[in-house]
């Protein structure tokens, strides 16, 4: 018997299901209709529950066992029985029938949260966060921690990464950023705006994302773009990445940036190497390496001056009324610096005090500090502290996010990383490729696409995020590139 043939075709069944189970949560979230909300959320734990039993399936664990003592592998084989290995050993530890009904469970919360958002009934999502909170603190204990629960959870998302550690990131970073919004807030010049008021289309909109992601190497042939409540990417498996994105009639940037950034997740998974396909390698090395190619080219690529250099006209013929707005007026407008409610729109300034309020929070609830049903309340107070804005309703408060009703606890903490990947990563890329500026102004950005698949698209999962920022960058993770960057910038732009 090859071993390493039945290994490698055991985790093309599960990759076969995984996709089909990716298709389901995709349509679940753009096309489902509300009727089939519930005989859906029976498929998906009835899958669910088969992929994870072949995860954590015995023959598996041999297969492992004597690959793990090979010497001959290739880097790539070696790196699946690892990343594979681990992953096994972590989900042994959760019984099949507990998965699948946390599957369940998480599947009726998302509907429900859907619907309590709409209403801003925060009473009507309480029993499914908490039924989710109880899953999560499980999981946990079966996974099992040194420190805190929390540690557990994380380590789904950001291998090698603890709470103690990110409290290390999370206290410098807030020492830096908060005295610096108070200087744009007081010292500086806020861009001009008014000239972004005004009723535009949502299909007009969609055209315009549709050439921006086409322009920044987005290949329609394996994706597509639909509607979502809440964007996001979805990997149906090989060729077929899709992307989904919420525009709003009264801000012609907000879609246009979401689609940017669910472009930069889809453009990593795009350039993932074939052969790491259905290995347990095809996807990013973390969240938070993930969150940082779709940061950089929302907001490194699509704020910078040269972007709207090039996108002006673009901008200008689906929206006749900026013909006559230049693009360093649109530049500094896409760049507001403004305390505000909802995280997905938040600007690069205060962005990762969303998810320090967010990790406070949420490691709160795993470690029983906090209670589901004081959340609101405790939301409102730890906004006025990290933003000095409150929201007036849950569905702008405890209700924005669907991560929670999906039971992703220890997601959010990646968000913050991968701003601060995205801003060391960058400027390695400008440091190496020439002239990048100059090839956005005229609406290249193929030279950088072609460096990010090189340094870090291909690998998938083969490097652990640190190690990965390092054979990037030659520097282990720093967080003084994203202060530097964003220092530098909103001086210029807020004059400083």
Same mark, same amino acid.
């Given at each position: 018997?090859?071993?390493?043939?039945?290994?490698?075709?055991?985790?093309?069944?599960?990759?076969?299901?995984?996709?089909?189970?990716?298709?389901?949560?995709?349509?679940?979230?753009?096309?489902?209709?509300?009727?089939?909300?519930?005989?859906?959320?029976?498929?998906?734990?009835?899958?669910?529950?088969?992929?994870?039993?072949?995860?954590?399936?015995?023959?598996?664990?041999?297969?492992?066992?004597?690959?793990?003592?090979?010497?001959?592998?290739?880097?790539?084989?070696?790196?699946?029985?690892?990343?594979?290995?681990?992953?096994?050993?972590?989900?042994?530890?959760?019984?099949?029938?507990?998965?699948?009904?946390?599957?369940?469970?998480?599947?009726?919360?998302?509907?429900?949260?859907?619907?309590?958002?709409?209403?801003?009934?925060?009473?009507?999502?309480?029993?499914?966060?908490?039924?989710?909170?109880?899953?999560?603190?499980?999981?946990?204990?079966?996974?099992?921690?040194?420190?805190?629960?929390?540690?557990?959870?994380?380590?789904?998302?950001?291998?090698?990464?603890?709470?103690?550690?990110?409290?290390?990131? %999370?206290?410098?970073?807030?020492?830096?950023?908060?005295?610096?919004?108070?200087?744009?807030?007081?010292?500086?010049?806020?861009?001009?705006?008014?000239?972004?008021?005004?009723?535009?289309?949502?299909?007009?909109?969609?055209?315009?994302?549709?050439?921006?992601?086409?322009?920044?190497?987005?290949?329609?042939?394996?994706?597509?773009?639909?509607?979502?409540?809440?964007?996001?990417?979805?990997?149906?498996?090989?060729?077929?990445?899709?992307?989904?994105?919420?525009?709003?009639?009264?801000?012609?940037?907000?879609?246009?940036?979401?689609?940017?950034?669910?472009?930069?997740?889809?453009?990593?998974?795009?350039? %993932?190497?074939?052969?790491?396909?259905?290995?347990?390698?095809?996807?990013?090395?973390?969240?938070?390496?993930?969150?940082?190619?779709?940061?950089?080219?929302?907001?490194?690529?699509?704020?910078?001056?040269?972007?709207?250099?090039?996108?002006?006209?673009?901008?200008?013929?689906?929206?006749?009324?900026?013909?006559?707005?230049?693009?360093?007026?649109?530049?500094?407008?896409?760049?507001?610096?403004?305390?505000?409610?909802?995280?997905?729109?938040?600007?690069?300034?205060?962005?990762?005090?969303?998810?320090?309020?967010?990790?406070?929070?949420?490691?709160?609830?795993?470690?029983?500090?906090?209670?589901?049903?004081?959340?609101?309340?405790?939301?409102?107070?730890?906004?006025?502290?990290?933003?000095?804005?409150?929201?007036?309703?849950?569905?702008?408060?405890?209700?924005?996010?669907?991560?929670?009703?999906?039971?992703?606890?220890?997601?959010?903490?990646?968000?913050?990383?991968?701003?601060?990947?995205?801003?060391?990563?960058?400027?390695?890329?400008?440091?190496?490729?020439?002239?990048?500026?100059?090839?956005?102004?005229?609406?290249?950005?193929?030279?950088?696409?072609?460096?990010?698949?090189?340094?870090?698209?291909?690998?998938?999962?083969?490097?652990?995020?640190?190690?990965?920022?390092?054979?990037?960058?030659?520097?282990?993770?720093?967080?003084?590139?994203?202060?530097?960057?964003?220092?530098?910038?909103?001086?210029?732009?807020?004059?400083?």
């Amino acid at each position: 018997m090859d071993i390493l043939a039945a290994y490698k075709e055991h985790l093309r069944e599960i990759g076969k299901l995984s996709s089909a189970l990716s298709l389901l949560h995709w349509d679940q979230r753009t096309q489902l209709p509300n009727g089939g909300q519930e005989t859906r959320a029976e498929v998906v734990g009835k899958l669910t529950k088969m992929v994870f039993e072949l995860s954590i399936a015995d023959k598996l664990g041999r297969y492992l066992e004597e690959l793990e003592k090979r010497e001959d592998l290739s880097e790539e084989e070696s790196a699946s029985v690892r990343v594979v290995g681990k992953a096994y050993r972590r989900n042994k530890a959760i019984p099949p029938d507990f998965y699948e009904r946390f599957a369940i469970a998480a599947s009726k919360a998302e509907t429900t949260w859907e619907k309590a958002k709409e209403r801003s009934d925060f009473l009507l999502f309480r029993p499914h966060l908490e039924e989710m909170v109880e899953y999560a603190r499980q999981f946990a204990e079966y996974y099992g921690y040194k420190e805190s629960p929390y540690d557990a959870l994380i380590e789904e998302y950001e291998p090698g990464m603890t709470s103690r550690e990110l409290r290390a990131v %999370i206290e410098p970073l807030r020492q830096e950023l908060v005295p610096f919004i108070k200087r744009l807030q007081e010292e500086g010049t806020p861009p001009e705006t008014d000239f972004l008021r005004g009723t535009f289309s949502k299909e007009e909109q969609r055209s315009l994302s549709l050439q921006a992601l086409r322009t920044i190497g987005y290949d329609f042939d394996a994706g597509r773009l639909d509607p979502a409540v809440h964007p996001f990417t979805s990997s149906i498996g090989p060729g077929d990445v899709r992307v989904t994105t919420r525009f709003l009639v009264d801000d012609p940037l907000s879609g246009l940036f979401s689609s940017l950034h669910e472009g930069g997740h889809a453009l990593y998974d795009q350039g %993932i190497a074939p052969k790491l396909r259905w290995t347990g390698l095809d996807e990013g090395a973390s969240y938070g390496i993930h969150e940082s190619q779709s940061r950089m080219w929302e907001n490194l690529v699509g704020r910078s001056l040269p972007f709207w250099t090039f996108f002006q006209p673009t901008f200008a013929s689906t929206f006749p009324a900026f013909s006559g707005i230049s693009a360093e007026a649109l530049y500094r407008a896409a760049n507001v610096v403004e305390p505000s409610l909802i995280r997905v729109e938040a600007d690069e300034v205060t962005y990762n005090l969303h998810i320090m309020l967010r990790f406070e929070l949420e490691e709160g609830l795993i470690t029983g500090k906090i209670a589901a049903g004081d959340l609101p309340e405790l939301w409102r107070d730890a906004m006025d502290r990290y933003l000095g804005v409150v929201p007036e309703k849950d569905a702008d408060g405890a209700l924005q996010d669907v991560h929670w009703s999906s039971g992703l606890f220890g997601y959010f903490p990646s968000y913050m990383l991968g701003n601060l990947y995205s801003s060391q990563i960058f400027a390695c890329a400008q440091k190496e490729v020439p002239d990048l500026d100059t090839h956005f102004a005229r609406g290249d950005f193929a030279p950088l696409l072609t460096w990010l698949r090189e340094r870090v698209h291909r690998f998938g999962m083969i490097y652990e995020p640190k190690d990965l920022v390092k054979r990037i960058t030659g520097e282990d993770p720093d967080a003084s590139y994203f202060v530097r960057y964003i220092e530098e910038k909103y001086s210029q732009i807020y004059k400083l």
